[in-house]
């Protein structure tokens, strides 16, 4: 059984950077696909970034050149670098498997993910 953490999010002005951490317990993490989502209020989580066990990235076009995906295979660790915010990325992320923008499961349990608030 995965068990994931997320950590690293808080208040930030539009323009800010914050950098997200996810924790993944378990043997199988270094094999699988894993991804970032977010989930703003009254909308749907959306996958925002994946990243393969090789490293190869795949991202949805509203972040694409401000966020950056990477991870640490013998430390279990993923992590978010997100520049040039925008209010519109105010949500819960979370990480999970993840695969193309298109991936629609399996998941892990999810974590209960980390807050990113971006406003003046």
């Known amino acids: 059984q995965v068990q994931l953490v997320e950590s690293g999010g808080g208040l930030v002005q539009p323009g800010g950077s914050l950098r997200l951490s996810c924790a993944a317990s378990?043997?199988?993490?270094?094999?699988?696909?894993m991804g970032w989502y977010r989930q703003a209020p009254g909308k749907q989580r959306e996958l925002v970034a994946s990243?393969?066990?090789?490293?190869?990235?795949d991202y949805a076009d509203s972040v694409k050149g401000r966020f950056a995906i990477s991870r640490d295979n013998a430390k279990k660790l993923v992590y978010l670098q997100m520049n040039s915010l925008k209010p519109e990325d105010t949500a819960v992320y979370y990480c999970?498997?993840?695969?193309?923008?298109?991936?629609?499961?399996?998941?892990?349990?999810w974590g209960q993910g980390t807050q990113v608030t971006v406003s003046s």
């Open positions: 999970n498997l993840g695969g193309p923008t298109s991936y629609n499961g399996p998941y892990f349990e």
């Open positions: 378990g043997s199988i993490f270094s094999i699988n696909t």
């Open positions: 990243i393969t066990r090789g490293g190869i990235t």
